[in-house]
């Protein structure tokens, strides 16, 4: 049976990019908006133009198992450049949701730039149909949002692997600390597991305190 490559993304929007002057596109992608626990994560992926190919099995991380997406995270590291940019609980809390997830994505580039990426002349595509990363940054970027850009577009589908992948190993971090609250098997957020633990120990200082339904 042939495999079913109608989920996987292409470099069609990156190589449009390129054509038109483009010298590199950096996909961006968020995890953990909708967790009750651990930080927001964006990740960001580099393509250079002139690449022609992307590590085969890659697609948007939610639809990759866990084993595959941490099989395929090596390949992407070695594909390109990236990065991904935390925003605490505490933040979240603080600031919401919208800020934090501006300010991940800006924490994120500015790791690439002092990686001696030229950000500043990058396309930024950003999945969705909302703008959440412009009014986080200090200076004006090219970004561009298209809705479905994880599933269709290489860049970001690689971006949100790295995002997920290391979101998930901090989460299996913070389990250690916190076994009670179950955050190896549900990252942070609200499975009935969760509950039951806050239920029991309360609330840590890992929780988004203002999204708890009690």
Known sequence: MNADTSKDPSLAFEHACFERGAGLVIGVDEVGRGAIAGPVAVGVHVVTAGTSDYPQGLRD?????EKKRESLAPTVLEWGVGAVGYVSA????????????GEAGRRALLELHHAGVGVADAVILVDGKYDWLSPALRVRFDVRTVVGADR???????????????????MRHLHDEEPHYEWASNKGYGASAHYRGIEAHGLSIHHRASWIRR
């Open 61 to 65: 991380s939610k639809l990759l198992s």
């Open 90 to 101: 505490a933040e979240v809390d603080a600031r919401g949701v919208s800020w934090a997830l």
């Open 152 to 170: 269709q577009c290489a860049s970001v589908a690689a971006a949100s692997v790295r995002a997920k992948v290391n979101r998930d190993a901090h």
